[in-house]
């Protein structure tokens, strides 16, 4: 699809390239997209792939590991693109799924989830814009906030995850 | 407010679902049918939120740029929750409202592609051009489409039933006139992945949820598109009883 946000849809595949860092090129297409939408290929793009990873790995972690549904989960980035007040994910945790986690029974929902993936160094200050984004969409109210980092390790073989809570 | 999200998610989702599909058609009904629901709620007052906090954001966000601060970011995310604060604008409406913006942008990215498509058809029907592939069909229990590859056909569907429940030796009962071999590749998922191999054809089986993808490989003969359609058909309404 030229209009999807991220080609998430066979990571498992690519897995081997997106680690190697290599681009695909995309191909560009003859008509002019609808309003308020821009193609893929003219979309903001920083070169890294691990950003795909690092959702993947947040989306693997919520369904695989905390048994949360897909359809519980929001990709909200197009919104966040587009200007909006939102993060990259919100997360309708309506069983309270992520109780041993956030060590609170009693949560308020969405949860609103941040991912920040690094291939090589850790960057504080990218750690640090995902924590100001949560900072803003939390604002006033008591949601919650998940800063998910995912890091590739040492031995360059998997990537390393921590998630953080973020409340006011 | 916490329900309408959660309506909202499942909306949107459900409409990702049927761009991935191709069934541009039922995106659009799915949108329309969610954003009827939005209305009962106070969605213009969302609407409204959303668009003031984006606005408050792209003001901070210029006056940063123009003042060449050195932690931009920070500086922005400082402002924007004081102003979020005095204002008393609220979160949760914010969110709700950019979901919503957010249906209504796919729905009509959807309505022109939906457009585009059917231009498309109808120069295929001019020209006489034979359509192959990239076709959506729609039975009681399962939707799928077909597109052709150069080297393999792949087949997207969505089920009205999981995944889960799939019954793989009632399959093997089906198709034991291909003389395949089946196996279920096992992984530590919720996904379901399963093999089907025979001496002209290889085909695999990814489903997670309600969402099917099919991969096949076989040689171009001049029955593979017949031979191609029942197996689909098959496996489908197998995995699907």
């Known amino acids: 699809m030229r209009f999807s946000e991220k080609q998430v849809k066979r990571i498992d595949e690519n897995f081997h390239d997106y680690s190697l860092g290599t681009h695909f090129s ?27 990873i690092g959702e993947a790995l947040f989306a693997y972690f919520l369904i695989d590991v905390m048994n949360l549904t897909s359809s519980q989960i929001g990709h909200t980035k197009p919104v966040k693109r587009g200007g909006y007040l939102t993060t990259d994910f919100v997360v309708w945790d309506n069983f309270h799924r992520l109780t041993s986690v956030l060590q609170k029974s009693n949560y308020g929902l969405p949860l609103l989830g941040e991912v920040k993936a690094f291939t090589g160094q850790i960057d504080s200050s990218r750690i640090g814009h995902g924590l100001a984004q949560l900072k803003m969409a939390i604002a006033n109210s008591t949601l919650i906030g998940l800063l998910f980092l995912v890091v590739r390790n040492q031995q360059r073989q998997g990537y390393d995850t921590y998630l953080v809570k973020v409340e006011r | 407010m916490e329900q309408d999200l959660a309506f909202l998610i499942r909306a949107i989702n459900e409409v990702k679902e049927n761009i991935w599909l191709g069934d541009y058609h039922k995106a659009i009904e799915t949108a329309d049918a969610n954003m009827d629901i939005a209305k009962r709620f106070e969605f213009i007052e969302c609407e409204n939120t959303s668009n003031e906090i984006r606005q408050i954001l792209r003001q901070f966000r210029k006056e940063a740029k123009q003042k060449n601060l050195k932690n931009r970011r920070f500086w922005v995310a400082e402002k924007v929750s004081k102003t979020i604060e005095e204002r008393k604008l609220d979160s949760q409406k914010n969110l709700f409202g950019s979901l919503l913006i957010y249906l209504s942008d796919l729905r009509e990215a959807m309505a022109y592609l939906s457009e585009i498509k059917s ?9 006489k051009i034979p359509q192959e592939g990239d076709s959506l069909q729609r039975t009681d229990h399962y939707r ?11 087949v997207r569907s969505i ?7 799939w019954n793989l030796e009632k399959l093997r009962e ?10 279920e590749i096992p992984k530590e998922r919720p996904s379901r992945t399963f093999e089907l191999y025979s001496r002209e054809m290889y085909v695999q089986v990814v489903g997670q949820d309600n969402q099917v993808e099919i991969t096949i490989y076989t040689p171009d003969t001049p029955d593979a598109r017949q031979r191609i359609h029942k197996i689909i058909e098959t496996i489908l309404k197998t995995i699907s009883q």
């Open chain 1, 26 to 52: 995309l191909r560009q297409p003859i008509q002019n997209p609808p309003r308020r939408l821009r193609y893929l290929i003219e979309k903001f793009f920083s070169g890294d792939v691990s950003g795909d």
């Open chain 2, 119 to 127: 231009q498309t058809t109808m120069e295929r029907y001019a020209d």
């Open chain 2, 144 to 154: 799928y489409s077909i597109q052709r590859f150069p080297d393999r056909w792949e």
């Open chain 2, 159 to 165: 089920l009205d039933m999981g995944v889960l429940q």
């Open chain 2, 174 to 183: 089906e198709l034991s006139d291909y003389a395949f071999s089946i196996e």
